[in-house]
Nanobody, 121 residues
Framework: QVQLVESGGGLVQAGGSLRLSCAASGSIFSIDVMGWYRQAPGNERELVAHITSGDSTNYADAVKGRFTISRDNAKNTVYLQMNYLNPADTAVYYC???????????????WGQGTQVTVSS
């Protein structure tokens, strides 16, 4: 079994910062892409940012220049530093990872349970 556990969400005023963390645990052989998605009420889930095992990154246009994704491969953990938050960033943020399990040759995608980020104006 593999689990993704997120932390770091909360309530912040516009202009403020938050840092999300997501730790993967379980029978992990390797982790390919790790990333963050978000879903606001009434909207579809959308990509925020992702980072490959080689540290290549990709960001949604709405967060470029404000958010930074990073990972610690030794800890199987991905981070999302969010600066200059605004009310449009309010959403449930989900961690996502593509993982190869020990003893299983295929890649599988996993999701965290989600963490709420609320930005007040």
């Amino acid at each position: 079994q593999v689990q993704l556990v997120e932390s770091g969400g909360g309530l912040v005023q516009a202009g403020g910062s938050l840092r999300l963390s997501c730790a993967a645990s379980g029978s992990i052989f390797s982790i390919d892409v790790m990333g963050w998605y978000r879903q606001a009420p009434g909207n579809e889930r959308e990509l925020v940012a992702h980072i490959t095992s080689g540290d290549s990154t990709n960001y949604a246009d709405a967060v470029k220049g404000r958010f930074t994704i990073s990972r610690d491969n030794a800890k199987n953990t991905v981070y999302l530093q969010m600066n200059y938050l605004n009310p449009a960033d309010t959403a449930v943020y989900y961690c996502h990872a593509i993982i190869v399990r020990v003893g299983a040759p295929n890649k599988y995608q996993y999701w965290g349970q989600g963490t709420q980020v609320t930005v007040s104006s």
